[in-house]
């Protein structure tokens, strides 16, 4: 499997959702989920998205992703003060698959809104290299047009067919179509990068992808610069070197951190004893997991599970 495919098997993209928005009055919403990425199709009208201190306005036609689901605002290009920011971050699961009106009027004083929102959820830890190796919004204009990659056309096609009838499978269906258009939407990315000294380019390098692969295919095996360096046919110094330098750390280091991402999630799921989990993740003994695992995150094994039990008790 290459080094991507498995990126998104280890990011466990699943239980996609989604809602159309409408409006013909001035509105303005937000959304904050860090569990999931975000995508909106622009079917008709205009918004503005304000990111931080970014601001992107969208056009019919338009797609805007953003990967990490991170607090974000959108609004009608009319500004009303008077308006209040509806959160829509439950409405995925209330009104799902459902319209809902942001601003309900009879009155008709702006263009009218209709836009597509998709969430998908994801495993936020091991997300994390992902998402910050991607920018905070991801734009893609024409969407609907010609001119737009055929990939997005056939996507958003088979998208409109799954959306608009109920049939077996189709959750399934849906979550196949929100993985492509996501993946689809990094490798565009990737390919559009000026900088090549970026985690994302390692993921496409004719040689370091192949180590990268292994790493997240097999983190219980005992690598070593000199194995990882023979997955992708290099001398160890010169493996080494470029590794560094394109990745931003070592392949060692690399190694270690995804293997403790690997064990926090197998300790926040609760299904693995820490034993188990050691020996998943590339340690010989429980000991050494938990000392290398305290000095990464400032808890012990114990406690970062217990952490996480201690959250759903008060979430349920």
């Known amino acids: 499997m290459d080094a991507l495919s498995k990126i ?9 959702e989604y809602i159309y928005l409408k409006s013909k ?3 303005s919403f937000q959304f904050q989920d860090h569990g999931a990425m975000i995508a909106y199709v ?24 953003i990967p990490s689901g991170q607090n974000h605002q959108c609004r009608s290009i009319h500004i009303d003060p008077l308006v209040e920011s509806l959160n ?33 959820h994801v495993d936020s830890i091991m997300a994390r290299p992902l998402f910050n190796a991607l920018p905070n919004v991801l734009h893609i204009q024409h969407i609907m047009s010609s001119t737009a990659p055929e990939w997005l056309q056939i996507g958003l096609q088979f998208l409109a067919v799954e959306v608009n009838q109920i049939r077996p499978g189709r959750d399934k269906i849906l979550d196949h179509l929100v993985s492509i258009l996501f993946i689809e939407c990094v490798r565009d990315y990737i390919a559009a990068m000026p900088n090549s000294s970026n985690w994302l380019h390692a993921l496409s390098h004719p040689e370091l992808s192949n180590a990268l692969a292994a790493i997240h295919e097999q983190p219980q095996q005992p690598w070593t610069v000199e194995s990882l360096a023979e997955q992708c046919c290099m001398s160890r110094s010169k493996f080494a070197s470029l590794f560094t330098q394109i990745v931003g750390e070592t392949p060692l280091a690399y190694l270690q951190q995804h293997r403790l991402r690997l064990a926090a999630q197998h300790l926040k799921m609760g299904q693995l004893t820490i034993q188990q989990i050691a020996y998943r993740v590339g340690y010989s003994s429980e000991t050494a997991f938990s000392q290398t695992f305290k000095k990464f995150y400032d808890l012990t094994p114990t406690q970062y599970r217990q952490q996480f039990q201690v959250q759903k008790i008060s979430v349920n």
Do not use: Y
């Open 25 to 27: 009055q001035a509105w």
């Open 8 to 16: 998104f098997d280890d990011i466990h993209l699943h239980r996609s």
């Open 88 to 120: 829509i971050t439950p409405l995925f699961q209330e009104k799902r698959h459902k319209t809902v009106d942001l601003n309900p009027s009879e009155s008709d004083t702006t263009e009218e809104l209709l836009m597509l929102a998709i969430r998908g």
């Open 42 to 65: 622009v079917i008709s009208g205009q918004c503005l998205v304000q990111l931080n201190n970014e601001q992107i306005q969208l056009e019919a036609g338009d797609l805007c992703l």
